[in-house]
């Protein structure tokens, strides 16, 4: 004959009118802080890693030692990294790569390898390295815009640079030195970073 399952059982007995007793299934309290826990986690990490961005950027850069003595528009380029640690404030960073080319005259030059005497002037072309650390304010939004301003330190690594001085001597003879360097010169948060700006949501 075939075994009788608990199925069964319950059948003849809910026939006969009697009770049928109910399958439990316990869970610990400490089984539903532990889900809870697995849960706060997983919403922590998830909101931690929605709060950073990666963005490319490229447009034109001029260098200059005065606002008389703008040099050449360049093209430059790179790719930085932002977190928000708030609705507020958002930091960022970056890598980005720019040639600075153009021209000084002898006062605005100080180094000590250079001859001053009868220096007329001097042209540059560097490729330069910058790492900005800057941190964003950004006001309320309306709708979809917002302004922001942020304030920061850059740091320069000089890749290559480039000069040519120009002298002019009394007789009127007129003479040129070239001098190349890379990879040397490098200025760790030496640059002061100062800007604002306005972003619309598109999505």
């Known amino acids: 004959s075939a075994p009788v399952t608990n199925e069964a059982n319950n059948e003849n007995a809910e026939a006969n009118g009697q009770d049928i ?3 439990e299934t316990n869970v610990k309290p400490k089984d539903l802080k532990n889900a809870k826990s697995t849960d706060k986690h997983s919403k922590d990490s998830k909101k931690f890693a929605n709060n950073f961005a990666i963005n490319v950027s490229a447009g034109p850069d001029v260098s ?10 360049t093209f430059a380029y790179g790719a930085g990294l932002s977190y928000d640690l708030s609705k507020k404030f958002t930091v960022r960073t970056g890598f980005y790569v720019a040639k600075k080319i153009y021209s000084a005259g002898e006062s605005d030059y100080h180094s000590n390898t250079v001859n001053y005497n009868y220096l007329q002037s001097i042209d540059a072309d560097c490729k330069v390295y910058e790492i900005p650390l800057v941190i964003n304010y950004n006001f309320g939004m309306v709708k979809n815009h917002r302004w922001f301003a942020s304030t920061g330190l850059s740091s320069y690594l000089m890749k290559k640079e480039s000069y040519v001085y120009y002298y002019k001597y009394p007789s009127g003879n007129t003479n040129e030195k070239s001098l190349s360097i890379s990879n040397k010169n490098k200025h760790y948060f030496s640059v002061l970073d100062l800007s604002a700006g306005y972003q619309y949501m598109v999505n």
């Open 21 to 23: 007793p109910k399958k």
């Open 64 to 73: 200059g030692v005065t606002i008389s003595q703008i040099g050449k528009v």
